[in-house]
């Protein structure tokens, strides 16, 4: 089982920069999980982000955000980090961490919201105009 804790929403004026982290519990086996960021505005289904493979040396981006938002992961500090720059005000949205397990694979990146098992709680971020 791993538990996913997202930081770092806020509310942020467009144009502006925030860096969400997600911290999975301590006994997780970090490093063998993919990772990604998926969000959910207000009236839309939940979409994707970003994912970034097991050994953070694949990543994939939503066209939305490629050029503005960098994934990155420690897997010393079991985190995942969402680097968003340049943010506009169709950004806001609850943001979610998630990850899949994925043992054999170190270079699999994982886009697809149902091949995910484990989800935080969300944190939420507004982008004022």
């Known amino acids: 089982q791993v538990q996913l804790v997202e930081s770092g929403g806020g509310l942020v004026q467009a144009g502006g920069s925030l860096r969400l982290s997600c911290a999975a519990s301590?006994?997780?086996?970090?490093?063998?999980?993919?990772m990604g960021w998926f969000r959910q505005a207000p009236g839309k289904e939940r979409e994707f982000v970003a994912a970034?493979?097991?050994?953070?040396?694949?990543?994939s981006y939503a066209d939305s955000v490629k050029g503005r938002f960098t994934i990155s992961r420690d897997n010393a500090k079991n985190t995942v980090y969402l680097q968003m720059n340049s943010l506009k005000p169709e950004d806001t949205a609850v943001y979610y961490c998630?990850?899949?397990?994925?043992?054999?694979?170190?270079?699999?990146?994982?886009?697809?919201?149902?091949?995910?098992?484990?989800w935080g709680q969300g944190t939420q971020v507004t982008v004022s105009s």
């Open positions: 998630a990850a899949t397990f994925h043992p054999l694979h170190t270079a699999v990146v994982v886009t697809t919201e149902r091949e995910y098992n484990y």
């Open positions: 301590a006994r997780t086996f970090f490093s063998r999980y993919a």
């Open positions: 970034i493979s097991r050994s953070g040396g694949s990543t």
